[in-house]
């Protein structure tokens, strides 16, 4: 009987603990859709394209896990600063962010890495490259442009070479006057690099890594239950190779893969010669 009686109340929290988890999702309805923000300038992730619409590898990724997931969404793309303050106010939902900065405060990591955000250096072609370690970011002679909310700029920050740092708010611009005046040098995560250069055709730049700490990049927000699903939605949409096209659509454009024609008449000539 004793067992019985602190049986029931046990039963009870947890009956109440799967009813709060289950509404933390059922919140999320057409009239009051979960709220997707990301920053505005984070190429290739994040942009507003020239339709002025948000666009960029992360939106994809949401609204393809998402609408699996079949969960009423609205997205929008903000300055960073505000999406991390609209995120620990409650009007954000969901966001991505790297747990080694200092964004703990703000929500909760999930479990999968997006991605992992490499830096390099972009500098004209008919230059040297002085930048090759994190290191080479102490030297007062290497002034390198950043965007202002880089990796690279924290790190810097960080070690105290903060005056070493040209901060930018618009990185295409940056790059665009570098590939023209074939003055400076450029440091940003690779992806963002790559992707600006092959998006404006800057042919006199090029891109050298550099030797610097890699960032795992993840979902962030203050509902766990929502993270706990996007982890195991993204893990089994990976395994069905549903990922794979959008990778490379952002990240690899030039990877060329076998198209089902040509593996048709590869085939057939195959057919033929047995």
Known sequence: MLRLLLFIPCFIL???????????????????????????????????????????????????????????????????????ADLKSGQCDLTFGLPAM??????????????????????????????????????????????????????????????????????????????ATQQGQVVWNTAALKWIIREEHLDNLMITPVNMPHMDYRFLSRNQQLLNLLDKTYSRLYTDDKMEALESKWFYPDRVSPSSPQWHTILAIVGILL
């Open 14 to 84: 947890f009956a109440n603990s799967v009813c709060a988890q289950g509404d933390s999702l059922t919140l999320y309805t057409d009239h009051k859709p979960l709220v997707y923000e990301d920053a505005t300038n984070f190429y290739p992730f994040t942009y507003i394209n020239n339709e002025g619409k948000p666009d960029g590898y992360n939106v994809a990724l949401v609204k393809l896990l998402l609408d699996d997931l079949k969960i009423p969404y609205v997205i929008k793309l903000k300055p960073f600063r505000e999406v991390l």
């Open 102 to 179: 200092s964004n703990s405060d703000y929500g909760k990591y999930g479990h999968t890495s997006i991605t992992l955000l490499t830096q390099s250096v972009a500098t004209p072609k008919s230059n040297s490259v002085a930048i090759k370690t994190f290191h080479d970011l102490s030297n007062p002679d290497n002034k390198v442009t950043v965007s202002e909310h880089s990796v690279c700029l924290d790190l810097m920050n960080d070690y105290g070479w903060a005056d070493n740092a040209i901060v930018s708010r618009n990185m295409v611009k940056e790059m665009i006057v570098l590939n």
